[in-house]
Nanobody
Framework: QVQLVESGGGLVQPGGSLKLSCAVF????????MAWYRQTPGKQRELVGR???????TYGDFVKGRFTISIDNSRKTLTLQMNSLEPEDTAVYYC??????????WGQGTQVTVSS
């Protein structure tokens, strides 16, 4: 089984930057998709960014070039780099991983608050 653990959330000022990390526990031999989502209480979960095993990348409409998702060579760490943060970005952020061969894994989430 695979487990994901997010870290790096916290309080940042508007216009600031924050890097979220997702540690992957368990062996992943091939990735179908890796992604970051976010959710605010009372709202449905929305896609932040997704990368496929083919190398294609998709970002949510609200990202507007501000965020970047990545994964290290060993496939043990997923990263979400967020720049030019605004109060509307306040949410719980979740990492998600779908290995080739089956499975759909989620982290526990990490809180990001953008406020002055």
């Amino acid at each position: 089984q695979v487990q994901l653990v997010e870290s790096g959330g916290g309080l940042v000022q508007p216009g600031g930057s924050l890097k979220l990390s997702c540690a992957v526990f368990g062996n992943i031999f091939s990735i179908e998709t890796m992604a970051w989502y976010r959710q605010t209480p009372g709202k449905q979960r929305e896609l932040v960014g997704r990368r496929t095993g083919y190398g294609s990348t998709t970002y949510g409409d609200f990202v507007k070039g501000r965020f970047t998702i990545s994964i290290d060579n060993s496939r043990k760490t997923l990263t979400l780099q967020m720049n030019s943060l605004e109060p509307e970005d306040t949410a719980v952020y979740y990492c998600n991983l779908r290995p080739v061969g089956g499975g759909n894994y989620w982290g526990q989430g990490t809180q990001v608050t953008v406020s002055s």
